[in-house]
């Protein structure tokens, strides 16, 4: 197995653009989310789908979009960048929502926003 | 959620038993407690995680206090590659799979 893998690995956007960061897992987790940290912080959840075609908000979900189309993929789109959305970005999987479920975590892609 | 407390940041020498403290002072009775770990640079990763008895994996061993108002992960043989940020995170039943983290513990190991 992969994991969950997370693409790109780093990216610079300028301040109104917009991107899709990318989330896939092959494990056949029913449960993923989007997290970001900031330096010297922890992680904070932006979003998180309990299944495919279902989604929600965490935290800090502003200026964030999440859709679940497949199991797999659960894509994170930034609408219209922002230098305040300058962060690593880590997406999590787990089989189950439960309270025992182990969180897998990708990677991480590090976004500069100019 | 209830709120975790841990310290800033710890010293451990290599191949010493490490004490990294949680506390919990109101844990509610469904209240998980799980640890995790990130490793510079890199996502985090689940270490461990109990209820009420102490709890033994291949990775650590978490400690819990009768009252459940804190905890201790013992790393029982710390190694270079065990410095990271510790984090404490209590999960309750009524959650959808969300962690909330806090700042967590970081944790230098001396060689």
């Known amino acids: ?114 | 959620d209830a709120k975790t407390t841990q310290p800033n940041s710890m010293e451990s020498n290599e191949e010493e038993p490490v004490h990294l403290p949680c506390n919990h002072s109101t844990i509610s009775g469904t209240d998980y407690i799980h640890w995790y770990r990130q490793l510079p640079s890199q996502g985090p990763e689940y270490v461990i995680h109990g209820l009420t008895s102490n709890v033994n994996n291949r990775m650590a061993s978490l400690a819990i206090a009768e009252d459940r108002k804190s905890s201790t992960l013992i790393l029982h043989r710390a190694t270079l590659r065990d410095a990271a940020v510790y984090y404490c995170i209590l999960r309750r039943t009524s959650n959808t799979g969300k962690l909330i983290f806090g700042q967590g513990t970081t944790l230098q190991v001396k060689p």
């Not at chain 1, 789908?49 to 200026?63: C, F, K, L």
């Not at chain 1, 993929?73 to 305040?84: G, K, T």
Request: proline share 5%.
């Open chain 1, 1 to 114: 197995n992969a994991g969950v893998t997370q693409t790109p690995k780093f990216q610079v956007l300028k301040t109104g653009q917009s991107m899709t960061l990318q989330c896939a897992q092959d494990m056949n987790h029913e449960y993923m989310s989007w997290y970001r940290q900031d330096p010297g912080m922890g992680l904070r959840l932006i979003h998180y789908s309990v299944g495919a075609g279902i989604t929600d908000q965490g935290e800090v979900p502003n200026g964030y979009n999440v859709s679940r189309s497949t199991t797999e993929d659960f894509p994170l789109r930034l609408l219209s960048a922002a230098p305040s959305q300058t962060s690593v970005y880590f997406c999590a999987s787990s089989l189950k929502t439960g309270l025992l479920s182990e969180q897998y975590f990708g990677p991480g892609t590090r976004l500069t926003v100019t």
